[in-house]
Protein backbone atom coordinates (compact mmCIF):
# COMPACT_ATOMS: atom_id res chain seq x y z
CA UNK A 1 0.00 0.00 0.00
CA UNK A 2 1.45 3.72 -0.96
CA UNK A 3 2.67 5.48 2.51
CA UNK A 4 0.58 8.42 1.16
CA UNK A 5 -2.81 6.16 0.56
CA UNK A 6 -5.29 6.52 3.46
CA UNK A 7 -6.73 3.06 4.52
CA UNK A 8 -10.63 3.52 5.78
CA UNK A 9 -11.69 0.66 7.76
CA UNK A 10 -15.35 0.58 7.60
CA UNK A 11 -16.83 2.78 10.11
CA UNK A 12 -19.12 1.51 13.22
CA UNK A 13 -22.73 2.41 12.53
CA UNK A 14 -22.79 5.60 14.83
CA UNK A 15 -20.01 7.49 12.40
CA UNK A 16 -21.43 6.00 9.39
CA UNK A 17 -24.52 7.54 10.19
CA UNK A 18 -23.41 11.11 10.26
CA UNK A 19 -21.69 10.57 6.40
CA UNK A 20 -24.98 11.23 4.39
CA UNK A 21 -26.35 14.38 6.33
CA UNK A 22 -22.67 15.69 6.92
CA UNK A 23 -22.17 15.56 3.58
CA UNK A 24 -25.08 16.79 2.27
CA UNK A 25 -24.92 19.93 4.26
CA UNK A 26 -20.78 20.39 3.11
CA UNK A 27 -21.89 20.11 -0.14
CA UNK A 28 -24.49 23.08 0.50
CA UNK A 29 -22.73 25.56 2.13
CA UNK A 30 -19.54 24.68 -0.66
CA UNK A 31 -21.99 25.85 -3.20
CA UNK A 32 -22.42 29.51 -1.64
CA UNK A 33 -19.12 31.46 -2.32
CA UNK A 34 -18.02 33.49 0.43
CA UNK A 35 -14.34 34.32 -0.75
CA UNK A 36 -13.27 36.82 2.05
CA UNK A 37 -14.48 40.93 1.76
CA UNK A 38 -16.88 39.60 -1.14
CA UNK A 39 -20.56 40.40 -1.57
CA UNK A 40 -21.30 36.27 -1.50
CA UNK A 41 -19.80 36.25 2.50
CA UNK A 42 -21.96 38.97 3.30
CA UNK A 43 -24.88 37.41 1.75
CA UNK A 44 -23.82 34.23 3.54
CA UNK A 45 -25.07 34.93 6.72
CA UNK A 46 -28.13 35.36 5.64
CA UNK A 47 -28.49 32.40 3.81
CA UNK A 48 -27.44 30.31 6.63
CA UNK A 49 -30.10 31.61 8.73
CA UNK A 50 -32.56 30.64 6.31
CA UNK A 51 -31.17 27.23 6.12
CA UNK A 52 -31.51 26.55 10.27
CA UNK A 53 -34.54 28.32 10.36
CA UNK A 54 -36.10 25.76 8.00
CA UNK A 55 -35.32 23.14 10.35
CA UNK A 56 -38.40 22.03 12.75
CA UNK A 57 -36.51 23.34 15.99
CA UNK A 58 -36.08 26.69 14.68
CA UNK A 59 -39.15 26.99 12.56
CA UNK A 60 -40.80 26.87 15.54
CA UNK A 61 -38.40 28.86 18.02
CA UNK A 62 -37.19 31.30 14.82
CA UNK A 63 -35.95 33.76 17.72
CA UNK A 64 -33.37 30.76 18.44
CA UNK A 65 -31.10 31.90 15.16
CA UNK A 66 -30.07 35.17 15.19
CA UNK A 67 -27.67 37.37 13.37
CA UNK A 68 -25.16 39.99 14.65
CA UNK A 69 -22.46 42.70 13.56
CA UNK A 70 -18.69 41.47 12.85
CA UNK A 71 -16.22 43.74 14.66
CA UNK A 72 -15.95 47.84 13.61
CA UNK A 73 -18.34 48.11 10.48
CA UNK A 74 -17.44 44.68 8.78
CA UNK A 75 -20.25 43.64 6.01
CA UNK A 76 -20.48 40.36 6.99
CA UNK A 77 -22.46 39.05 10.41
CA UNK A 78 -22.14 36.68 12.62
CA UNK A 79 -24.93 33.85 12.84
CA UNK A 80 -25.71 31.89 15.95
CA UNK A 81 -28.11 29.12 16.34
CA UNK A 82 -28.89 27.77 20.05
CA UNK A 83 -30.81 24.58 21.09
CA UNK A 84 -31.63 24.92 24.77
CA UNK A 85 -31.32 22.29 27.54
CA UNK A 86 -32.51 21.30 30.74
CA UNK A 87 -29.57 23.43 32.42
CA UNK A 88 -27.30 26.88 31.74
CA UNK A 89 -24.43 24.86 31.35
CA UNK A 90 -23.24 25.52 27.44
CA UNK A 91 -21.04 24.29 24.79
CA UNK A 92 -19.88 26.62 22.02
CA UNK A 93 -19.50 25.27 18.58
CA UNK A 94 -17.44 27.36 16.60
CA UNK A 95 -16.44 27.91 12.89
CA UNK A 96 -16.00 30.49 9.91
CA UNK A 97 -17.70 30.55 6.85
CA UNK A 98 -15.28 32.61 4.88
CA UNK A 99 -12.69 31.08 2.01
CA UNK A 100 -9.65 32.55 0.29
CA UNK A 101 -9.97 33.40 -3.03
CA UNK A 102 -10.73 31.10 -5.86
CA UNK A 103 -8.68 32.84 -8.83
CA UNK A 104 -5.85 30.00 -8.49
CA UNK A 105 -8.38 27.77 -10.36
CA UNK A 106 -8.03 29.36 -13.65
CA UNK A 107 -10.23 27.48 -16.27
CA UNK A 108 -11.73 25.50 -13.29
CA UNK A 109 -12.61 28.37 -11.27
CA UNK A 110 -16.26 28.47 -12.00
CA UNK A 111 -16.27 24.84 -10.83
CA UNK A 112 -14.67 25.92 -7.40
CA UNK A 113 -17.65 26.02 -5.06
CA UNK A 114 -18.96 22.74 -7.17
CA UNK A 115 -17.54 19.56 -5.51
CA UNK A 116 -19.03 17.09 -7.54
CA UNK A 117 -18.25 18.91 -10.96
CA UNK A 118 -14.85 19.93 -9.72
CA UNK A 119 -13.46 16.66 -8.97
CA UNK A 120 -14.89 14.68 -12.16
CA UNK A 121 -13.29 17.48 -14.16
CA UNK A 122 -9.96 17.75 -12.29
CA UNK A 123 -9.93 13.84 -12.40
CA UNK A 124 -10.42 13.99 -16.61
CA UNK A 125 -8.04 16.77 -16.96
CA UNK A 126 -5.02 14.74 -14.82
CA UNK A 127 -5.43 11.36 -16.59
CA UNK A 128 -4.95 13.40 -19.70
CA UNK A 129 -1.74 14.80 -18.28
CA UNK A 130 1.46 12.77 -19.55
CA UNK A 131 3.51 13.77 -17.15
CA UNK A 132 2.32 14.59 -13.42
CA UNK A 133 3.07 16.46 -10.46
CA UNK A 134 3.82 14.34 -7.76
CA UNK A 135 1.43 16.49 -6.11
CA UNK A 136 -1.16 15.92 -9.31
CA UNK A 137 -0.75 12.25 -8.45
CA UNK A 138 -1.59 12.36 -5.28
CA UNK A 139 -4.47 14.25 -6.03
CA UNK A 140 -5.69 11.73 -8.85
CA UNK A 141 -5.18 8.79 -6.15
CA UNK A 142 -6.80 10.52 -4.04
CA UNK A 143 -10.23 11.40 -6.29
CA UNK A 144 -9.62 8.11 -7.66
CA UNK A 145 -10.21 6.47 -4.41
CA UNK A 146 -13.56 8.10 -4.08
CA UNK A 147 -12.41 8.88 -0.40
CA UNK A 148 -11.75 12.68 -1.12
CA UNK A 149 -13.75 16.01 -2.14
CA UNK A 150 -12.44 19.05 -3.95
CA UNK A 151 -13.95 22.42 -3.46
CA UNK A 152 -12.73 25.48 -2.30
CA UNK A 153 -13.54 25.86 1.22
CA UNK A 154 -14.64 22.82 1.61
CA UNK A 155 -11.41 21.87 3.94
CA UNK A 156 -10.79 25.11 5.37
CA UNK A 157 -13.72 25.02 6.78
CA UNK A 158 -16.96 24.90 5.23
CA UNK A 159 -16.91 20.47 6.03
CA UNK A 160 -16.10 21.37 9.85
CA UNK A 161 -19.01 23.42 9.97
CA UNK A 162 -21.07 21.16 8.08
CA UNK A 163 -20.07 18.88 11.05
CA UNK A 164 -21.18 21.26 13.36
CA UNK A 165 -24.37 21.67 11.65
CA UNK A 166 -25.28 18.28 11.85
CA UNK A 167 -24.59 17.58 15.41
CA UNK A 168 -26.40 20.45 16.41
CA UNK A 169 -29.34 19.19 14.18
CA UNK A 170 -29.42 16.07 16.11
CA UNK A 171 -28.97 17.62 19.37
CA UNK A 172 -32.03 19.63 18.78
CA UNK A 173 -33.97 16.64 17.41
CA UNK A 174 -33.98 15.13 21.16
CA UNK A 175 -36.71 15.36 23.58
CA UNK A 176 -36.02 18.92 25.96
CA UNK A 177 -35.76 16.62 28.32
CA UNK A 178 -32.55 14.59 26.95
CA UNK A 179 -30.77 17.47 26.20
CA UNK A 180 -28.75 18.04 29.34
CA UNK A 181 -27.34 21.57 28.41
CA UNK A 182 -27.30 24.17 25.54
CA UNK A 183 -25.51 23.89 22.43
CA UNK A 184 -25.05 26.98 20.81
CA UNK A 185 -23.25 27.62 17.50
CA UNK A 186 -22.16 30.25 15.59
CA UNK A 187 -20.89 30.89 11.90
CA UNK A 188 -18.13 33.46 12.05
CA UNK A 189 -16.74 35.63 8.56
CA UNK A 190 -13.45 37.33 7.95
CA UNK A 191 -11.30 34.51 9.63
CA UNK A 192 -9.46 34.75 6.56
CA UNK A 193 -8.80 38.17 7.62
CA UNK A 194 -8.40 39.93 10.37
CA UNK A 195 -10.73 37.43 12.72
CA UNK A 196 -13.69 40.41 12.50
CA UNK A 197 -16.22 37.73 13.70
CA UNK A 198 -14.86 35.70 16.10
CA UNK A 199 -13.77 38.87 17.62
CA UNK A 200 -16.91 40.40 17.80
CA UNK A 201 -18.07 36.74 19.44
CA UNK A 202 -15.89 37.47 22.32
CA UNK A 203 -17.70 40.83 23.20
CA UNK A 204 -21.30 39.24 22.37
CA UNK A 205 -21.22 36.41 24.66
CA UNK A 206 -20.97 38.05 28.24
CA UNK A 207 -24.67 39.89 27.05
CA UNK A 208 -25.43 37.05 25.56
CA UNK A 209 -24.80 35.04 28.65
CA UNK A 210 -26.43 37.65 31.08
CA UNK A 211 -29.49 37.97 28.70
CA UNK A 212 -30.05 33.73 27.99
CA UNK A 213 -29.30 32.37 30.81
CA UNK A 214 -25.98 31.09 29.55
CA UNK A 215 -23.11 29.48 31.38
CA UNK A 216 -20.00 28.75 29.16
CA UNK A 217 -18.16 25.70 29.73
CA UNK A 218 -16.32 24.79 26.85
CA UNK A 219 -16.14 25.42 23.33
CA UNK A 220 -15.07 23.41 20.13
CA UNK A 221 -13.31 25.45 17.50
CA UNK A 222 -13.82 23.11 13.77
CA UNK A 223 -10.77 24.21 11.85
CA UNK A 224 -9.20 21.67 9.38
CA UNK A 225 -5.56 20.42 9.78
CA UNK A 226 -3.58 19.36 6.16
CA UNK A 227 -2.12 15.85 5.94
CA UNK A 228 0.06 15.11 2.66
CA UNK A 229 0.37 11.36 4.04
CA UNK A 230 -1.91 9.02 5.73
CA UNK A 231 -3.83 10.90 7.46
CA UNK A 232 -2.54 9.99 11.12
CA UNK A 233 -1.21 13.41 11.79
CA UNK A 234 -4.37 14.75 10.48
CA UNK A 235 -6.94 13.06 12.47
CA UNK A 236 -5.88 14.50 15.50
CA UNK A 237 -7.59 17.05 18.40
CA UNK A 238 -5.96 20.16 19.38
CA UNK A 239 -5.54 21.17 23.59
CA UNK A 240 -4.97 24.81 22.60
CA UNK A 241 -3.76 26.87 19.55
CA UNK A 242 -0.33 28.39 18.07
CA UNK A 243 -0.38 31.97 18.61
CA UNK A 244 0.62 34.64 16.29
CA UNK A 245 2.85 37.84 16.59
CA UNK A 246 3.41 40.04 13.53
CA UNK A 247 6.99 42.06 14.04
CA UNK A 248 7.50 44.75 11.87
CA UNK A 249 11.09 46.32 11.26
CA UNK A 250 11.74 49.68 9.75
CA UNK A 251 15.68 49.71 8.72
CA UNK A 252 16.77 53.32 8.60
CA UNK A 253 19.88 54.12 6.60
CA UNK A 254 21.39 56.85 4.65
CA UNK A 255 20.60 57.23 1.26
CA UNK A 256 23.58 57.68 -1.02
CA UNK A 257 23.91 58.26 -5.07
CA UNK A 258 25.19 54.39 -6.61
CA UNK A 259 28.07 55.89 -7.77
CA UNK A 260 29.25 56.83 -3.97
CA UNK A 261 28.10 54.09 -1.91
CA UNK A 262 30.00 54.60 0.97
CA UNK A 263 28.81 58.29 1.39
CA UNK A 264 25.46 57.05 2.54
CA UNK A 265 24.81 53.63 5.12
CA UNK A 266 23.05 50.98 3.02
CA UNK A 267 19.52 50.30 4.46
CA UNK A 268 19.57 47.41 1.78
CA UNK A 269 22.59 45.58 3.45
CA UNK A 270 21.05 46.30 7.10
CA UNK A 271 17.73 44.63 6.15
CA UNK A 272 19.54 41.76 4.52
CA UNK A 273 21.59 41.09 7.72
CA UNK A 274 18.27 40.93 9.57
CA UNK A 275 16.24 39.19 7.17
CA UNK A 276 19.27 36.19 7.07
CA UNK A 277 19.59 36.27 11.15
CA UNK A 278 15.76 35.45 11.49
CA UNK A 279 14.30 33.76 8.65
CA UNK A 280 13.59 29.69 9.19
CA UNK A 281 16.25 29.52 12.13
CA UNK A 282 14.93 26.79 14.41
CA UNK A 283 16.91 28.00 17.22
CA UNK A 284 14.22 31.04 17.19
CA UNK A 285 11.05 28.90 16.90
CA UNK A 286 8.88 28.50 20.32
CA UNK A 287 8.50 25.56 21.97
CA UNK A 288 5.96 24.69 25.28
CA UNK A 289 4.45 21.57 26.10
CA UNK A 290 6.76 19.08 24.33
CA UNK A 291 6.01 21.03 20.48
CA UNK A 292 7.86 23.28 18.87
CA UNK A 293 5.80 25.94 16.64
CA UNK A 294 7.67 26.64 13.23
CA UNK A 295 10.36 29.11 12.95
CA UNK A 296 9.90 33.12 12.13
CA UNK A 297 9.66 33.66 8.77
CA UNK A 298 9.67 36.65 6.26
CA UNK A 299 6.09 37.87 5.13
CA UNK A 300 7.46 41.39 3.48
CA UNK A 301 10.62 43.30 2.10
CA UNK A 302 10.61 46.30 0.45
CA UNK A 303 12.30 50.20 0.34
CA UNK A 304 10.65 53.11 0.28
CA UNK A 305 11.56 54.70 -2.87
CA UNK A 306 8.34 55.23 -5.20
CA UNK A 307 10.27 55.98 -8.37
CA UNK A 308 12.97 55.11 -9.90
CA UNK A 309 16.42 56.73 -9.57
CA UNK A 310 20.46 55.88 -8.82
CA UNK A 311 19.59 56.33 -5.47
CA UNK A 312 20.15 53.84 -2.88
CA UNK A 313 17.46 53.39 -0.53
CA UNK A 314 16.82 55.38 2.21
CA UNK A 315 14.93 52.89 4.32
CA UNK A 316 13.74 49.18 3.83
CA UNK A 317 10.73 47.46 5.61
CA UNK A 318 10.64 43.87 6.72
CA UNK A 319 7.46 41.84 8.64
CA UNK A 320 8.03 38.73 10.09
CA UNK A 321 5.62 35.93 11.03
CA UNK A 322 6.35 34.77 14.61
CA UNK A 323 4.35 31.69 16.10
CA UNK A 324 4.10 31.36 19.80
CA UNK A 325 3.19 28.45 22.22
CA UNK A 326 4.11 30.44 25.44
CA UNK A 327 6.28 33.69 24.30
CA UNK A 328 4.42 36.61 25.29
CA UNK A 329 4.63 39.83 22.68
CA UNK A 330 6.70 41.74 25.16
CA UNK A 331 9.12 38.63 25.50
CA UNK A 332 9.00 38.28 21.26
CA UNK A 333 10.04 42.26 21.11
CA UNK A 334 12.76 41.85 23.48
CA UNK A 335 14.18 38.79 21.62
CA UNK A 336 13.89 40.87 18.02
CA UNK A 337 15.69 43.77 19.58
CA UNK A 338 18.33 41.34 20.38
CA UNK A 339 18.40 39.94 16.49
CA UNK A 340 18.44 43.57 15.36
CA UNK A 341 21.17 44.81 17.21
CA UNK A 342 23.69 41.87 16.43
CA UNK A 343 22.67 41.93 12.85
CA UNK A 344 23.11 45.44 12.26
CA UNK A 345 26.15 45.67 14.64
CA UNK A 346 27.41 42.77 11.45
CA UNK A 347 26.21 44.57 8.91
CA UNK A 348 27.68 47.96 9.56
CA UNK A 349 31.41 46.22 10.50
CA UNK A 350 30.87 44.86 6.76
CA UNK A 351 30.19 47.78 5.45
CA UNK A 352 32.99 49.84 7.19
CA UNK A 353 35.04 46.98 6.17
CA UNK A 354 34.39 47.42 2.33
CA UNK A 355 34.72 50.81 2.57
CA UNK A 356 37.99 50.84 4.00
CA UNK A 357 39.19 48.18 0.95
CA UNK A 358 37.24 50.61 -1.72
CA UNK A 359 39.13 53.70 -0.03
CA UNK A 360 41.90 52.48 2.13
CA UNK A 361 42.56 55.13 5.25
CA UNK A 362 38.83 57.38 4.56
CA UNK A 363 36.37 55.93 7.32
CA UNK A 364 32.85 55.37 6.36
CA UNK A 365 29.82 56.34 8.00
CA UNK A 366 28.73 52.64 8.43
CA UNK A 367 31.35 52.85 10.81
CA UNK A 368 28.66 54.02 13.89
CA UNK A 369 26.64 52.02 15.80
CA UNK A 370 22.74 51.23 15.02
CA UNK A 371 20.40 52.30 17.23
CA UNK A 372 17.32 49.93 17.89
CA UNK A 373 14.44 51.09 19.27
CA UNK A 374 10.43 50.00 19.94
CA UNK A 375 7.67 52.03 18.13
CA UNK A 376 6.63 53.38 21.29
CA UNK A 377 10.22 54.93 21.65
CA UNK A 378 9.92 56.49 18.44
CA UNK A 379 6.42 57.88 19.24
CA UNK A 380 7.51 59.43 21.94
CA UNK A 381 10.41 61.28 20.45
CA UNK A 382 8.20 62.33 17.68
CA UNK A 383 6.14 63.39 20.28
CA UNK A 384 8.68 65.65 21.79
CA UNK A 385 9.73 67.36 18.47
CA UNK A 386 6.26 67.77 16.55
CA UNK A 387 3.88 67.69 19.59
CA UNK A 388 0.83 65.00 20.38
CA UNK A 389 -1.51 66.73 17.81
CA UNK A 390 0.51 65.94 14.84
CA UNK A 391 1.38 62.71 15.84
CA UNK A 392 -2.18 61.61 16.64
CA UNK A 393 -3.21 62.48 13.17
CA UNK A 394 -0.80 60.05 11.77
CA UNK A 395 -1.68 57.15 13.88
CA UNK A 396 -5.52 58.24 13.48
CA UNK A 397 -5.60 57.70 9.20
CA UNK A 398 -8.41 54.89 7.60
CA UNK A 399 -7.17 51.62 8.00
CA UNK A 400 -6.31 50.11 4.97
CA UNK A 401 -6.71 46.46 3.81
CA UNK A 402 -3.26 45.50 4.07
CA UNK A 403 -2.41 45.73 8.10
CA UNK A 404 1.40 45.82 7.27
CA UNK A 405 0.60 49.08 4.82
CA UNK A 406 -0.92 50.67 7.23
CA UNK A 407 1.81 49.98 9.55
CA UNK A 408 4.46 51.18 7.19
CA UNK A 409 3.45 54.34 6.74
CA UNK A 410 2.62 55.55 9.95
CA UNK A 411 6.15 54.52 11.16
CA UNK A 412 7.83 56.22 8.24
CA UNK A 413 6.10 59.10 9.00
CA UNK A 414 7.06 58.84 12.58
CA UNK A 415 10.97 58.76 11.50
CA UNK A 416 10.50 61.75 9.46
CA UNK A 417 8.37 63.75 12.71
CA UNK A 418 11.07 62.61 15.19
CA UNK A 419 13.89 63.63 12.99
CA UNK A 420 15.54 60.66 13.50
CA UNK A 421 18.99 59.87 11.56
CA UNK A 422 20.24 56.12 10.48
CA UNK A 423 21.60 53.70 10.50
CA UNK A 424 18.17 52.87 13.19
CA UNK A 425 15.87 49.27 13.12
CA UNK A 426 12.61 50.86 14.64
CA UNK A 427 10.67 47.27 16.00
CA UNK A 428 6.88 46.77 16.34
CA UNK A 429 4.18 44.88 15.98
CA UNK A 430 2.67 45.19 12.67
CA UNK A 431 -0.89 43.88 12.89
CA UNK A 432 -3.23 42.39 15.25
CA UNK A 433 -2.10 40.25 17.35
CA UNK A 434 -3.19 36.26 17.94
CA UNK A 435 -2.81 34.77 21.62
CA UNK A 436 -2.13 31.09 21.63
CA UNK A 437 -4.46 29.24 24.30
CA UNK A 438 -3.89 26.37 26.04
CA UNK A 439 -6.05 24.23 28.29
CA UNK A 440 -5.52 24.82 32.17
CA UNK A 441 -6.12 23.10 35.45
CA UNK A 442 -8.92 24.82 36.20
CA UNK A 443 -12.37 22.19 36.34
CA UNK A 444 -13.98 23.24 33.32
CA UNK A 445 -10.78 22.45 31.40
CA UNK A 446 -10.30 19.00 32.90
CA UNK A 447 -13.66 17.82 31.94
CA UNK A 448 -13.23 19.12 28.59
CA UNK A 449 -9.58 17.35 28.28
CA UNK A 450 -11.05 13.87 30.13
CA UNK A 451 -13.93 14.36 27.37
CA UNK A 452 -12.01 14.50 24.19
CA UNK A 453 -9.05 11.72 24.96
CA UNK A 454 -11.72 9.77 26.55
CA UNK A 455 -13.94 9.71 23.13
CA UNK A 456 -10.95 10.05 20.99
CA UNK A 457 -9.21 6.69 22.68
CA UNK A 458 -12.82 5.15 21.93
CA UNK A 459 -13.20 6.12 18.26
CA UNK A 460 -9.35 4.90 17.32
CA UNK A 461 -10.28 1.66 18.63
CA UNK A 462 -13.64 1.23 16.71
CA UNK A 463 -12.06 2.43 13.53
CA UNK A 464 -8.89 0.89 14.00
CA UNK A 465 -6.96 4.38 13.32
CA UNK A 466 -5.56 6.40 15.69
CA UNK A 467 -6.84 9.44 16.62
CA UNK A 468 -4.12 12.12 18.15
CA UNK A 469 -4.23 14.62 21.10
CA UNK A 470 -1.57 17.24 20.20
CA UNK A 471 -0.96 20.56 22.34
CA UNK A 472 -1.31 23.44 19.44
CA UNK A 473 -3.38 23.82 16.37
CA UNK A 474 -0.66 24.65 14.20
CA UNK A 475 -2.45 27.75 11.65
CA UNK A 476 -3.58 30.73 13.06
CA UNK A 477 -7.15 30.49 13.94
CA UNK A 478 -10.37 31.91 15.25
CA UNK A 479 -9.14 29.63 18.65
CA UNK A 480 -6.97 33.00 19.82
CA UNK A 481 -10.26 34.86 20.08
CA UNK A 482 -13.03 32.28 21.85
CA UNK A 483 -13.05 32.22 25.98
CA UNK A 484 -9.87 34.31 26.41
CA UNK A 485 -9.56 36.18 29.69
CA UNK A 486 -9.13 39.86 29.54
CA UNK A 487 -5.14 40.52 29.91
CA UNK A 488 -4.80 44.32 30.80
CA UNK A 489 -0.99 44.38 31.30
CA UNK A 490 -0.69 42.36 27.41
CA UNK A 491 -2.95 45.25 25.92
CA UNK A 492 -0.91 47.63 27.55
CA UNK A 493 2.17 46.37 25.57
CA UNK A 494 0.51 45.97 22.15
CA UNK A 495 -0.81 49.33 22.57
CA UNK A 496 2.19 50.75 22.95
CA UNK A 497 4.03 49.22 20.54
CA UNK A 498 1.36 49.28 17.34
CA UNK A 499 0.92 51.82 15.01
CA UNK A 500 -2.11 51.53 13.95
CA UNK A 501 -5.34 51.51 16.50
CA UNK A 502 -7.43 49.43 14.19
CA UNK A 503 -4.78 46.82 14.62
CA UNK A 504 -5.80 46.56 18.63
CA UNK A 505 -8.57 44.63 19.79
CA UNK A 506 -8.18 43.18 23.44
CA UNK A 507 -10.44 40.73 25.53
CA UNK A 508 -13.19 43.15 27.00
CA UNK A 509 -12.97 43.51 30.58
CA UNK A 510 -16.33 41.17 31.36
CA UNK A 511 -15.25 38.59 28.89
CA UNK A 512 -16.20 34.92 29.15
CA UNK A 513 -13.41 32.51 30.09
CA UNK A 514 -13.96 29.03 29.04
CA UNK A 515 -11.83 25.84 27.69
CA UNK A 516 -11.60 25.74 23.88
CA UNK A 517 -10.31 22.84 21.73
CA UNK A 518 -10.35 22.28 18.31
CA UNK A 519 -11.76 19.14 16.12
CA UNK A 520 -12.59 19.06 12.25
CA UNK A 521 -11.50 17.30 9.01
CA UNK A 522 -8.00 16.68 7.50
CA UNK A 523 -7.75 16.83 4.14
CA UNK A 524 -4.72 18.24 1.44
CA UNK A 525 -3.61 21.19 -0.23
CA UNK A 526 -4.66 23.80 2.41
CA UNK A 527 -5.89 27.22 -0.21
CA UNK A 528 -4.40 25.83 -3.30
CA UNK A 529 -6.43 24.65 -6.52
CA UNK A 530 -6.42 21.17 -5.24
CA UNK A 531 -7.71 21.73 -1.81
CA UNK A 532 -9.55 18.75 -0.86
CA UNK A 533 -11.20 16.68 1.91
CA UNK A 534 -10.98 13.10 3.13
CA UNK A 535 -14.51 12.37 3.22
CA UNK A 536 -14.96 8.51 5.27
CA UNK A 537 -13.19 11.10 8.89
CA UNK A 538 -14.31 14.69 8.25
CA UNK A 539 -18.08 13.54 7.74
CA UNK A 540 -18.36 10.31 9.71
CA UNK A 541 -15.96 10.25 12.57
CA UNK A 542 -15.49 14.30 13.48
CA UNK A 543 -19.05 14.50 14.23
CA UNK A 544 -19.54 11.53 16.25
CA UNK A 545 -16.63 12.14 17.99
CA UNK A 546 -18.05 15.77 18.57
CA UNK A 547 -21.09 14.15 19.30
CA UNK A 548 -20.09 12.58 22.62
CA UNK A 549 -17.81 15.22 23.58
CA UNK A 550 -20.62 17.77 23.83
CA UNK A 551 -23.32 15.20 25.77
CA UNK A 552 -20.21 14.27 28.10
CA UNK A 553 -19.46 17.71 29.39
CA UNK A 554 -22.73 19.02 29.30
CA UNK A 555 -23.88 15.94 31.24
CA UNK A 556 -20.94 16.54 33.53
CA UNK A 557 -22.58 19.91 34.33
CA UNK A 558 -25.50 18.47 35.54
CA UNK A 559 -24.85 15.11 37.46
CA UNK A 560 -21.89 13.57 38.69
CA UNK A 561 -20.17 11.31 36.53
CA UNK A 562 -20.96 11.61 32.91
CA UNK A 563 -23.88 9.42 31.01
CA UNK A 564 -22.98 7.95 27.31
CA UNK A 565 -24.80 9.91 24.58
CA UNK A 566 -27.60 8.66 23.43
CA UNK A 567 -27.50 6.82 19.87
Request: glycine share 10%; with cysteine; aromatic share 6%.
Amino acid sequence: MSQTTPYTPPLPDSSAAWLGRTGELALTLTGWPSVTGSAGETAFGERLAALLRSWPTFASRPADVWLSPARRGYAAHNVYALVPGRAAGTLLLSGHYDTVDTEDYAGWRPLACDPLALGAEVSAALAELRFLSAAEALTARDLASSEFLMGRGLLDMKGGLAAGLAVLERYAALPPQQRPGHLLLVATPDEEGRSSGARAVAHDLPRLATERGLKLVAGVNLDATADNGDGSQGRAAYLGTVGKVLMSALVVGRAAHAAYPFDGVSAALLAAALVSKIEAAPELADAAHGETAAPPVCLEVRDGKTRYDVTSPGQVWCAFNVLTHGRRPDAVLAQFAALAQAAADQALDTFAARAAGHRPGVAAPGERRAEVLSFGALRERAVARAGEDAVRRTQTRPAGPDPLADSRAITAELVALAALDGPAVVLGFGALHYPATQLGDHPHDQALWEAVSRHAAELARETGQSLQLRRYFPGISDMSFLGQPADAAGALVLARHTPHPEHLDPAPPEALRFPVVNIGPWGRDYHQRLERLHTPYSFGVVPELLWRICHTVLTSQTAPGAQAPPG
